[in-house]
């Protein structure tokens, strides 16, 4: 059973940091792509970045140049270096992995940026 552990979520001022930080248990394929959702309330979850088991990168219009996104294959780790934080990027953030097993989802981590 695959498991997605989330940490790293909290309140910050605006113009702060955070990183979150996500790791996979269980045994999943090597060929993987990992990342991170946000879901504000009232609102559609939305991609925020995703990354592949080879490096490949894909964000969310509304944080590139603002937040990295970058991955330990040998843990199965994601991270997500937000910086330059907004009140509007005040959201769940979920984990996702996309492997061969399927689809799965963390258990969500708020982050809260005050103004």
């Known amino acids: 059973q695959v498991q997605l552990v989330e940490s790293g979520g909290g309140l910050v001022q605006a113009g702060g940091s955070l990183r979150l930080s996500c790791a996979a248990s269980?045994?999943?394929?090597?060929?993987?792509?990992m990342g991170w959702y946000r879901q504000a309330p009232g609102k559609q979850r939305e991609l925020v970045a995703i990354?592949?088991?080879?490096?490949?990168?894909n964000y969310g219009d509304t944080v590139k140049g603002r937040f990295t996104i970058s991955r330990d294959n040998a843990k199965n780790a994601v991270y997500l270096q937000m910086n330059s934080l907004k009140p509007e990027d005040t959201a769940v953030y979920y984990c996702?992995?996309?492997?061969?097993?399927?689809?799965?989802w963390g258990q969500g981590t708020q982050v809260t940026v005050s103004s």
């Open positions: 990354i592949s088991s080879g490096g490949g990168t």
């Open positions: 996702r992995l996309l492997a061969t097993i399927g689809t799965r």
């Open positions: 269980g045994t999943i394929s090597s060929a993987n792509v």
